[in-house]
């Protein structure tokens, strides 16, 4: 599997933001997906996850009513929308893909992901 992340820029305190994660494998949906992100001198920390049917969701309490994740698995994708952007939100973005079966618990954790693709960079400016 293969993940390319877009959708990364630079914009103000309040803006909106939709980053796009595209797994070029048929097989998109076996997995569940995740967005991370990694600010400068920090560790990469979970942002969302949602199961492989797109019925579960978990958010980090940071994003929680601003984040929203999505996926359709007719075109491989997972979408993460973020609206009142702060500052703090700034990091690279990772997407992540969790080979589970259909009824897996949504996963948090960083080394349970099997696939990652490459970051988009998000900065916000105050």
């Known amino acids: 599997v293969q993940l390319q992340a877009s959708g990364g820029g630079a914009v103000q305190a309040g803006d909106s933001l939709r980053l796009s994660c595209q797994s070029s494998?048929?097989?998109?949906?076996?997995?569940?997906m995740g967005w991370f992100r990694q600010a400068p001198g920090k560790e990469r920390e979970f942002v969302a996850s949602?199961?492989?049917?797109?019925?579960?969701?978990l958010y980090a309490d940071s994003v929680k009513g601003r984040f929203t994740i999505s996926r359709d698995n007719n075109k491989n994708t997972v979408y993460l929308q973020m609206n009142s952007l702060k500052p703090e939100d700034t990091a690279v973005y990772y997407c992540?893909?969790?080979?589970?079966?259909?009824?897996?618990?949504?996963?948090?954790?960083?080394?349970?992901?099997?696939?990652w693709g490459q970051g988009t960079l998000v900065t916000v400016s105050s």
């Open positions: 992540a893909a969790d080979r589970v079966i259909m009824t897996a618990p949504v996963s948090t954790d960083v080394t349970e992901y099997d696939f």
């Open positions: 494998g048929r097989s998109f949906n076996l997995y569940a």
């Open positions: 949602m199961s492989r049917s797109g019925d579960r969701k």
